[in-house]
């Protein structure tokens, strides 16, 4: 069995979702042979050398859990992709690439954390690329931390800002875009999270039938798509 998450913005301001999180974790996840985490796990990051007590509590529950044989993967969000290897050799995770290919359910499946298919909104798209080239990834990794503190404050207000602004569909994914990049890597699969839109959407890749599985976003109940003998399954549990 395989579990896949996404989106759960872990924060010291909401102990309700750590507290479920740390349930699955010691729970279900202990039965997994992978947890796959799809980006922001964390609300925010700023460097690995700046770890709040908060986040190396997470650390040792996610090397507590790679220690008891469940293998976890993570990839960068929007608001996690600081996140480096000094997080996950500590934690005993391994980086995960966005955009992944991995063998699932016995397919090939695409995996996204999904704000790269958000190509309409074409301000956040300019900032990514800026953002996450590795040369401004060297720098930002090398600014003050009080400096790191103070964009990553201007950057989440600018993007709240923004998000309300926006039209629905300019921050949801870009219908073109999906089937292009499913063709694009040869699968008829693909899961992402970062919408926040949980769902199961089949769609056409060209003459091929194929799904986007949504992961939720974890806030008033959490989100996990299991994979086992039964296939897929996307659920919803609540906050114990
Ligand atoms: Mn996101």
Redesign the pocket.
């Known amino acids: 069995m395989i579990l896949l998450i996404s989106?759960l913005h872990l924060q010291e301001e909401r102990p309700d979702i750590t507290r479920a999180f740390l349930d699955l974790i010691g729970g279900r996840a202990r039965h997994a042979e992978a947890l796959y985490i799809l980006?922001?796990f964390f609300e925010a990051w700023i460097g690995d050398d700046a770890m709040t007590p908060f986040q190396a509590s997470i650390c040792q529950a996610l090397r507590a859990l790679s220690d008891s044989g469940t293998r976890v993967l993570l990839m960068h969000?929007?608001?996690d992709f600081l996140l480096g290897q000094a997080f996950c050799k500590a934690a005993g995770c391994t980086l995960l690439t966005d955009p992944s290919v991995i063998e699932l359910g016995g397919e090939p499946v695409l995996l996204m954390?999904?704000?790269s298919l958000c190509t309409r909104d074409e301000a956040y798209m300019k900032l990514r690329r800026y953002l996450r080239n590795p040369l401004s990834l060297w720098i930002l990794r090398h600014l003050p931390l009080r400096t790191r503190q103070k964009l990553a404050r201007k950057l989440r207000s600018e993007s709240k800002a923004q998000t309300r602004m926006k039209a629905n569909d300019i921050v949801d994914v870009t219908p073109e875009e999906v089937p292009r990049i499913m063709q694009q890597f040869g699968v008829k699969t693909l899961v992402h999270?970062?919408t926040h839109r949980p769902a199961i959407h089949k769609l056409m890749i060209g003459d091929t039938p194929g799904r986007r599985i949504v992961l939720g976003d974890w806030d008033r109940q959490g989100w996990a798509l299991q994979v086992d003998d039964q296939g897929f399954q996307l659920a919803a549990f609540d906050f114990g």
């Open positions: 989106d980006g922001d969000g929007n608001r954390h999904g704000d999270g970062h």
